[in-house]
């Protein structure tokens, strides 16, 4: 079973390390980092690099596929590579998977119209605009489809997903060992439950690289 | 503010992701990866990799140190460099902490003696034989000592010290941005609260490198 995570320049790393944790030490899992090229991404507020050991050539029937989020998502476009690659891959994976904006990328890549989805919930109408029914739900499934909402979501992306897979045993098992028992000190964490005045902040401005606060 | 996050071979990618994508984006945060040597280090199970973009002489008086931990922490110090690092840098930090097994690296450097900290679940007996009052709560502040449980602790401890660092509504806004809304599939993350058998299992079995189930 082989995982390929999708790296680009300006990723954000959560988005790609949820998934990671959860997922890669699945029985029989083979995780591959892959990239338009080899060698180190910078994540997107530049501080962090992350090296990609595979072309996407080189990663052409991965069984898993996961697309982390980026501020800036649909720059890792550009080219058309990784579009290319994901329409190829996607037609004969078992999971096509993304957390945050990597849903954007999905669906600006043509594989979600029509299908139940979502991201971080500064992007629910932007996912939308792709003919996506946008959904601010933590985790969707829709046939092989698997989105999960910002950032932090992944990782509970990933519990399922291995319950899927693996069976409700081995996802606990996994639970438990990086003590996925999460005590926030805060209750902030989506738009319904945050201060209503930070919430309106953010909305008025998309937080593109760089700093959150700068 | 420097934030350095430690790296070493074997580290656990979580670890280190929780604080670095909670605490990075602070107002007037520098974050900085730091290693012996500059340059790639593998995860624990061998398919990640990330840059340390500065040796341990380069980064001599951060404000916050992070130590990530690992299922083979100890090894970390086996040249002794990281340890003589850690002391002296402890000297002057505002924060030293850890997650997971990383209050394992701390203790036998010999920064936690008479101390209350936390640790990985299962190695919260190793974490007392150093002289520390060793307690399974999620996120222990004992002075400028901050150390989290395991693994996916990190986010709740970058949290509560962006809280302190820079007042809640910023801690609010990374909570928000990260959208951190924990929704586990399952209720297995702590021993507590995980089926017996399983909790049993692992415990008869210490986890050292590579895939949890091979």
């Given at each position: 079973?082989?995982?390929?995570?999708?790296?680009?320049?300006?990723?954000?790393?959560?988005?790609?390390?949820?998934?990671?944790?959860?997922?890669?030490?699945?029985?029989?899992?083979?995780?591959?980092?892959?990239?338009?090229?080899?060698?180190?991404?910078?994540?997107?507020?530049?501080?962090?690099?992350?090296?990609?050991?595979?072309?996407?050539?080189?990663?052409?029937?991965?069984?898993?596929?996961?697309?982390?989020?980026?501020p800036?998502?649909?720059?890792?476009?550009?080219?058309?590579?990784?579009?290319?690659?994901?329409?190829?891959?996607?037609?004969?994976?078992?999971?096509?998977?993304?957390?945050?904006t990597?849903?954007?990328?999905?669906?600006?890549?043509?594989?979600?119209?029509?299908?139940?989805?979502?991201s971080h919930w500064l992007y629910l109408e932007e996912?939308?605009?792709?003919?996506?029914?946008?959904?601010g739900?933590?985790?969707?499934?829709?046939?092989?489809?698997?989105?999960?909402?910002g950032?932090?979501?992944?990782?509970?992306?990933?519990?399922?997903?291995?319950?899927?897979?693996?069976?409700?045993?081995?996802?606990?098992?996994?639970?438990?060992?990086?003590?996925?028992?999460?005590?926030?000190?805060?209750?902030a964490?989506s738009p319904e439950k945050a201060p209503a005045d930070i919430v309106e902040e953010w909305r008025g401005r998309k937080v593109e690289?760089?700093?959150l606060?700068?």
């Amino acid at each position: 079973m082989q995982i390929a995570i999708l790296l680009y320049p300006g990723f954000t790393a959560l988005d790609a390390i949820g998934p990671f944790e959860t997922l890669s030490n699945l029985p029989g899992a083979e995780t591959v980092f892959v990239a338009e090229q080899p060698g180190a991404l910078r994540n997107d507020n530049g501080t962090l690099s992350m090296l990609a050991d595979a072309s996407l050539a080189e990663v052409a029937r991965p069984d898993i596929v996961v697309v982390p989020g980026s501020p800036n998502a649909l720059a890792a476009l550009e080219t058309g590579a990784v579009s290319a690659w994901l329409r190829d891959v996607d037609r004969t994976t078992t999971w096509t998977t993304s957390v945050c904006t990597g849903s954007l990328i999905l669906a600006a890549s043509g594989l979600l119209k029509g299908r139940r989805a979502t991201s971080h919930w500064l992007y629910l109408e932007e996912l939308a605009s792709y003919g996506v029914e946008s959904t601010g739900e933590r985790v969707v499934f829709d046939d092989k489809y698997v989105t999960a909402a910002g950032v932090s979501s992944g990782i509970d992306m990933g519990l399922a997903l291995a319950g899927r897979i693996a069976g409700d045993r081995v996802a606990q098992s996994i639970q438990l060992l990086i003590e996925y028992d999460p005590q926030p000190p805060y209750d902030a964490g989506s738009p319904e439950k945050a201060p209503a005045d930070i919430v309106e902040e953010w909305r008025g401005r998309k937080v593109e690289t760089g700093s959150l606060f700068a």
